[in-house]
Structures are given as C-alpha cells and as structure tokens.
C-alpha cells in the first residue's frame, strides 16, 4: 500500500472521530485502574469487564485497597469473566509487586510494566497509550485483522503487524492509531462478513473479496399481482355468464 492511500485512511478516521476513545471504563487520571481493566479485559468483552468494574473499583481503585481486598473476594466481583481465577491471582500480584518495587505507582515504560503479573506486551501498550499519552499500537485480533485485510500492515504475528503499522503509520496519527483502528475492525470490517458497503475507506482498501452490495429484492408475479402490478400485462381473465338458477317452485309449477 502505498504512503498517499495510507495517508488517507488515517485522514478520514481523523474526520469521523477526531478524539477516539477506549470502551473500556476506568478512573480518569487513574492508571491503575485502567491497567487492572485491561488485565481483566484479556478473552473477555469489555462490556462483561465493564459491568464487573463498575462495582469493583468503587471498591478497591488502588494497590492497597486491592490487596486488602483479597483474591477470594476479588473472585467474587470478577466471578463473570473468563478465567476469572487466573486474572484474579494475577492482579492481586501484580498490585503486591506495584506496592513492594514502584512505591504503588504504575510505570511508565514497557519493560517495566512487562514484569508485571498478567501483563503482556498488548496490555502495556494499551495503558502506555491511554493512560500516558504514548503513541503506541497495540494490537489485538481486531487490529490483527484490519492490518492483514486492508494491506495496511500485513503480518503472520501480531508483532510483525504492530511493527508494520509503527513503520508506516505517519508520525501525526500514532497516538489515535490504536483506537481508530480497533473501532474499525470492531464495527465496520468485522470477521465474517464485513460491511464494505458502508466502509468510510472501502475504495483505498486492498482487500479483494469484499462484501458486494446487495442489491434490492424484485418482486415476484404473485406478489406483484397481489399489488395490482402483475408482470403479465394479459387482462384477468373473465367467467363465462351463467343461466340464472330455477327455484324449486318454479320446477314443480313446469
């Protein structure tokens, strides 16, 4: 793909949402919380996280607080999303080890935040991005997908593909690339069957077996006869007059 059409995919995102936003809800000015919902948000939707963190960050929204709270209470308020075991273990962890080597703070640079219990490279880069203002892509199945179909950033990993969008993604665009992209593969080029007719950037897409248009319905005979508009133009046809019946009187009088 070329630089001008990539260029001019961004710029129509830019159009139709000059200030994207994650789905997902944390604290404003919060990191931790955001981090803790990503971490619950791995295999999950984040309407399910959302509904779970709504009662639990009221609750516990800071290491210590998390930690006080316990894993086996904290199972209680995750109970609803996948492997909410797992996550559970692994943010009672990770907020142990925010508390033990980062003075309770979330860090601010990939590594770092890599050691962290159930942090993997996508997580850090989406808390890098939201919650500091770093222009990073992390990217999911639905960036995946975008990156690949589009031509955008081809790749058989998602880190050959977060490396071929940082490569050609232009400087002024990064740091909304990550949500541009993923609300485009969540809503518009979804996995099945995606909506290409209505694709805001289906003519710059490289994709070939696109979705076609589908075109409206013609009537059938019977349904336009019904409507008086049958596709035969012959005249109805017309019954043949009848004698007028006898009445019974009228036989026995003969």
């Known amino acids: 793909m070329t630089p001008q059409k990539i260029r001019a995919i961004y710029k129509r995102f830019q159009k139709a ?3 994207p936003r994650g789905e997902l809800i ?3 000015e919060n990191p931790y919380t955001l981090l803790v919902a990503v971490v619950l948000s791995a295999q999950a939707t984040d309407v399910g996280v959302n509904k779970a963190t709504a009662k639990l960050f009221p609750v516990a929204d800071t290491p210590e607080k998390m930690v006080a709270l316990g894993e086996e209470r904290l199972r ?5 999303i996948g492997l909410f075991r797992m996550k559970a273990k692994n943010v009672i962890a990770l907020s142990r080890k925010l508390l033990d080597e ?3 703070q979330v860090p601010r640079d990939r590594e770092t935040l890599e050691t962290l219990p159930g ?12 919650a500091f203002g770093e222009p990073t892509i992390a990217v999911d ?5 975008v990156g690949n179909r589009t031509r955008l950033a081809p790749g058989k990993t998602p880190r050959e593909v977060e490396d071929g969008l940082e490569r050609v993604t232009p400087d002024e665009f990064k740091l909304h690339a990550h949500h541009w992209l ?10 099945r069957k995606p909506l290409c007719p209505t694709c805001p950037i289906a003519d710059l897409c490289e994709y070939d077996a696109k979705t076609p248009a589908i075109a409206p319905k013609q009537p059938s005979a019977r349904a336009a006869s ?3 508009t049958s596709a035969d133009p012959s005249p109805p046809r017309s019954r043949a007059p009848q004698p007028p019946r006898r009445s019974p009187t009228a036989r026995r009088g003969a």
């Open 182 to 191: 993923i609300l485009h593969g969540r809503y518009v080029c979804i996995a």
């Open 102 to 104: 980062h003075g309770g």
């Open 119 to 130: 942090v993997g490279r996508k997580t850090a880069n989406v808390v890098l991005n939201i």
């Open 76 to 80: 209680d308020y995750i109970k609803t």
């Open 226 to 228: 019904r409507k008086g």
């Open 141 to 145: 199945t639905h960036i995946f997908r």
């Open 26 to 28: 944390h604290e404003a």
């Open 17 to 19: 949402n000059p200030n």
